[in-house]
């Protein structure tokens, strides 16, 4: 069996309202509470583990990029304007409004209701293996 990655945990400082953004924004499903985790499961198998973080406790904001297609994207960036989030072309929220098209592809970066950088993109960096 070659490695993959199963799951990841994802700190929330609501972990219901971090996970049902992310699987309405996806397209995807909110899975049974397993213990303290919310699950998320992406088509590929990985699952995020959304979990609840004590008010008084900080957490770093993570990136998570998700490889969509070009379908998905419309539908997801789509809801991220109805919902009038903001979104950036660069990770550094530079090009504040716009989206890039790095590879050939589009990509978009906006956040989560907990502060997490989530990026979606149409063609996987360096672009699609010859």
């Given at each position: 069996m070659s490695v993959q990655l199963n799951h990841?945990?994802?700190?929330a400082k609501d972990r219901s309202e971090s996970a049902e953004f992310l699987a309405?924004?996806?397209g995807?499903?909110?899975?049974?509470?397993?213990?303290?985790?919310?699950p998320v499961q992406l088509h590929n198998g990985v699952t995020l583990d959304?979990?609840?973080?004590?008010p008084d406790?900080?957490?770093a904001p993570q990136h998570y990029?998700?490889?969509v297609s070009e379908a998905e994207f419309d539908a997801a960036f789509d809801k991220i304007k109805r919902y009038r989030l903001t979104f950036w072309a660069?990770?550094?929220?530079?090009?504040?409004?716009?989206?890039?098209?790095?590879?050939?592809?589009?990509?978009v970066y906006f956040l989560d209701p907990?502060?997490?950088y989530l990026e979606l993109i149409t063609v996987p960096y360096g672009g699609w293996p010859a």
């Amino acid at each position: 069996m070659s490695v993959q990655l199963n799951h990841t945990i994802v700190a929330a400082k609501d972990r219901s309202e971090s996970a049902e953004f992310l699987a309405d924004i996806l397209g995807l499903e909110v899975g049974a509470p397993m213990g303290p985790f919310l699950p998320v499961q992406l088509h590929n198998g990985v699952t995020l583990d959304f979990a609840q973080q004590p008010p008084d406790k900080e957490f770093a904001p993570q990136h998570y990029a998700f490889l969509v297609s070009e379908a998905e994207f419309d539908a997801a960036f789509d809801k991220i304007k109805r919902y009038r989030l903001t979104f950036w072309a660069d990770p550094r929220q530079h090009l504040e409004g716009e989206i890039n098209h790095h590879d050939g592809g589009r990509g978009v970066y906006f956040l989560d209701p907990s502060g997490h950088y989530l990026e979606l993109i149409t063609v996987p960096y360096g672009g699609w293996p010859a």
